[in-house]
């Protein structure tokens, strides 16, 4: 089966770092997306990772390794408006997007 | 500005009413979906409609149907539905449906049924 896992709960202290990991086992991969979404609000497009590495965007950066079926989001500088769930999705090899469950991320002053 | 609305935003319905979600995005696009989300649980994909056509149809239920007039508009007709069907229902629209294709969601409409 398809499987994406991302832990359920995370909390931070504003101002510092949080990386939120996100693990997948998919039929193919077509690529690796992040959204951000806040209570009663549409999941919004963060980042998009097919190849290996680092993309940065801002205080945002999110990183891909194939070979070991992993990303993960960092968020540097928190801001309290950052407390959001946060959600990783994989396309397979049909194009579909599988979701993980999200990541609720609290953030403390 | 996500460029997706969708109304009501609210429902509450009896199991044996009829109603009906509707979608409108404004971007353009050519790709259009229907998401379930309830709590704690992953996103799940109900319908897919790439160019007015329906392309994915997930083992949704019948209770559940998908109406798509044109490319910017998509209607989740609802009857017979049962409690667990109350959720969270987000529409989406993309370009198209392929690799690089990032999908904007709307606001959503949240559902109970009792």
């Known amino acids: 089966g398809q499987n994406i896992d991302q832990p359920t709960e995370m909390t931070a202290t504003e101002g510092a770092i949080v990386q939120i990991n996100c693990t997948y086992q998919t039929s193919g991969f077509n690529g690796l997306f992040w959204y951000q979404q806040h209570a009663g609000e549409a999941p919004t497009f963060l980042s998009y990772n097919v190849l290996d590495g680092l993309e940065e965007k801002g205080r945002f950066s999110s990183f891909l390794s194939r070979s070991k079926g992993y990303s993960y989001l960092l968020l540097k500088e928190l801001q309290m408006k950052d407390s959001a769930s946060y959600l990783c999705?994989?396309?397979?090899?049909?194009?579909?997007?599988?979701w993980g469950a999200g990541t609720k991320l609290i953030i403390k002053p | 500005e996500t460029g997706v609305t969708q109304t009501p935003r609210h429902l509450v319905m009896g199991m044996t009413n009829k109603k009906s979600l509707k979608c409108e995005q404004h971007l353009g696009h050519n790709a259009m979906y229907w998401y379930k989300q309830s709590a704690k649980k992953p996103l799940e994909l109900m319908f897919v409609?790439?160019?007015?056509?329906?392309?994915e149809n997930n083992s949704v239920p019948s209770r559940f149907s998908p109406e798509c007039p044109n490319s910017s508009h998509l209607f989740l007709h609802l009857h017979t539905l049962q409690p667990e069907d109350s959720a969270l229902y987000l529409c989406?629209?993309?370009?198209?449906?392929?690799?690089?294709?990032?999908?904007?969601f709307g606001p959503g409409t949240r559902l109970l049924v009792l």
């Open positions: 999705a994989v396309r397979d090899s049909n194009y579909q997007l599988i």
């Open positions: 409609y790439n160019f007015k056509e329906q392309t």
């Open positions: 989406a629209s993309s370009p198209g449906t392929g690799d690089t294709e990032t999908q904007y």
